[in-house]
T-cell receptor, first 112, second 113 residues
């Protein structure tokens, strides 16, 4: 059974510092990995999707890496801003069209 | 282009009652998945509908059931509500079995009292 872990559960950084968020999964046989952002009480916003054949994906200040063999992904957010404060969730899927298995999320606070 | 829309946004029900939640997928998407998110936890997969049939199911009791309509919209029904069913219910849409990039709605906050 696939298990996804995100450590730490919460993180606080001063504005301008780079954020590094970790995601690990127990079964390396994944199809893709997706990073999401969730604001309090709201739905999930897709940030980046990495296919299993890719090593990284970039969008603006966001960069996500994937090391399938070691079961890890890292989301980097450059030059953090207070507006980046949210919970970040990673999720993996085993096959095309399959369900997402989520980690518990990392709650991020960026202090002005 | 409208994204995934869910209704209602909030509702309060009494233990033992039944509830129906609704979801309209993103334009062009034909697959709808439902997730339950308890406070402070990651979403848990309930089930997925494709071509009006339940294709996958997570570890949820039969009290949780669903339906997909010909226009791809979907309903989640929960019978005999328990206090533990209180959660944020999220709907996600995707394009069939070719691309699993999922797009989520804003969720329905269900409180059972």
């Amino acid at each position: 059974k696939q298990e996804v872990t995100q450590i730490p559960a919460a993180l606080s950084v001063p504005e301008g510092e780079n954020l590094v968020l970790n995601c690990s999964f127990t079964d390396s046989a994944i199809y893709n990995l997706q990073w999401f952002r969730q604001d309090p009480g709201k739905g999930l916003t897709s940030l980046l999707l990495i296919q299993s054949s890719q090593r990284e994906q970039t969008s603006g200040r966001l960069n996500a890496s994937l090391d399938k063999s070691s079961g890890r992904s890292t989301l980097y957010i450059a030059a953090s801003q207070p507006g980046d404060s949210a919970t970040y969730l990673c999720a993996v899927t085993k096959a095309a069209g399959n369900k997402l298995t989520f980690g518990g999320g990392t709650r991020v606070l960026v202090k002005p | 282009d409208a994204g995934v829309t869910q209704s209602p946004t909030h509702l309060i029900k009494t233990r033992g009652q039944q509830v129906t939640l609704r979801c309209s997928p993103k334009s062009g998407h034909d697959t709808v998945s439902w997730y339950q998110q308890a406070l402070g936890q990651g979403p848990q997969f309930i089930f997925q509908y494709y071509e009006e049939e339940e294709r996958q199911r997570g570890n949820f009791p039969d009290r949780f059931s669903g339906h997909q309509f010909p226009n791809y919209s979907s309903e989640l029904n929960v019978n005999a509500l328990l206090l533990g069913d209180s959660a944020l219910y999220l709907c996600a849409s995707s394009l069939g079995h070719y691309n699993t990039e999922a797009f989520f709605g804003q969720g329905t906050r269900l409180t059972v009292v």
